[in-house]
């Protein structure tokens, strides 16, 4: 994440085109979203959510994770020099007794926007995995996204729709990590049947990978590959090669998903896989098949323009993604 931007007293309707964001932890947060008026949060710090939350904390055990989340919530009514209050006092964000006016509409469209995005992305090291979690909320001429990586410290941003491509982009552009010397890559296209990719999936899963070769000899003539231009039917050694790849070298995968809060409407989701290569678009193809397409980390944000965008557009203008 960028260097933190502290965020004086400012009028909330104001919308920066370059993004503002603040560094809060867990009760700094749960504390602010109070004192906007009890906005409601993403984040789960009931009993039962409190759990969940603790079990995804990265790299902490499980029970050095729920200690390290009931003393991070214990701060958010500890009026002392050591509590919430104090620190977002320290840090210039509140405003008497309020939070900053700004970081209050932010928290608002987060919480109501018309529409809300949730970013998961997930990346294999040579330490373990590396995770983000984003929440977007958008509303006419403002995005709002909240981000962490191990739900004890988070980044709060707000900034103009225009530059909803380039801050997605930020987001998951990841390098993958390769852990031999030989990347295993896929072809820019590959499209085969949905039962296979599953199947293939549980071999690899359960390490019965005795099971792939009957499985893809079963298949050979209905798993297609190339590159754009150049896309033929996979011979039985394309197809165990690109079984392999998938069974063996996914390094992460990323999910966006997207849901319209005004009315009635089923949310759209995006899934991509990491390989060595890249990223790589998962998504249903013709007659029960998926297909994997390489992609750029710039057409994560693309791909979603038109989604923000509809509930943007009174705002659009000229900017950086337009």
Known sequence: MSPVVRVATRPAEAVPLVPWRVRLR????????RLAGDVPLPVRVDTDGGHRLSDRLSGTPLSQARSLLAASLARVD??????????LQDQELLDGDDVDPAVASALVVLATGPLGLQLDVAAERAAGTSRL???????????VQLSTGDGLDYELAWFDPALWVS?????????PWASSTAPMALPDYVSLPSELLAGNAKAHDEQRTDLVPAMAASHVGRVRLGEPGDVHDADLEEVLAVLGTLGRASR??????????????KPAVL?????DDGWHELRPGRDATSVLRRRDARDVGLFSL?????????????????
């Open 167 to 175: 801050q997605l982009t930020r987001a998951v552009t990841v390098e």
């Open 306 to 322: 038109p989604v923000v965008d509809a509930v943007a557009r009174p705002a659009a203008g000229a900017g950086e993604e337009r």
């Open 271 to 275: 899934s991509w896989l990491l390989f």
């Open 26 to 33: 867990l009760d700094e947060l749960v504390l602010a979203a």
């Open 133 to 143: 979690r984003c929440w977007f909320g958008v509303a006419p001429g403002m995005v």
């Open 78 to 87: 500890d009026d002392g020099p050591s509590g919430a209050r104090a620190s």
């Open 252 to 265: 992460g995968r990323l999910r966006l998903l997207a849901l319209r809060r005004d009315r009635e409407e």
